[in-house]
């Protein structure tokens, strides 16, 4: 989202796209979500995460903490986040400006990366690299 908000004007604004996949229960009944076994809530479809953090995928309180984050970090109203499930997990945040210019991170769905430029901040890559 750094990059993304980074790419137009502050002032144009109109709402950050944070995306989840839906984790493991995405297609499930809410009945049958109250039945899950921890097993099931750590087969994640797509991603390959630690215990906490595939548990928050599952129940969707990580897309809960990134919404704070969000608010926190970019000093942002919660009319200006939106979630949006997209269970391909290939765009992770878009930015939406009122220019109609549309912002967005994708790539495969790994966390090396991400968490990379959390730690150390955005780098710019080569075309397609994701190093």
């Not at 097993?39 to 630690?50: D, E, R, T, V, Y």
Request: with cysteine; aromatic share 6%.
């Amino acid at each position: 989202m750094f990059q993304a908000l980074g790419s137009g004007n502050r002032a144009e604004l109109v709402r950050v796209i944070i995306t989840a996949s839906g984790g493991p229960f995405r297609t499930w009944a809410s009945a049958d979500i109250e039945q899950a076994t921890l097993a099931q809530a750590l087969k994640h479809p797509n991603w390959s995460m630690g215990q906490k953090i595939t548990i928050d995928s599952a129940s969707m309180m990580n897309k809960g903490l990134e919404v704070i984050e969000a608010s926190y970090l970019f000093a942002l109203t919660p009319d200006e986040i939106d979630v949006l499930v997209h269970p391909q997990s290939i765009i992770h945040g878009m930015v939406e400006f009122r220019i109609v210019l549309w912002s967005r991170s994708w790539g495969r769905p790994t966390c090396a990366r991400r968490s990379r430029i959390a730690s150390d901040g955005p780098i710019a890559l080569s075309s397609g690299s994701e190093a």
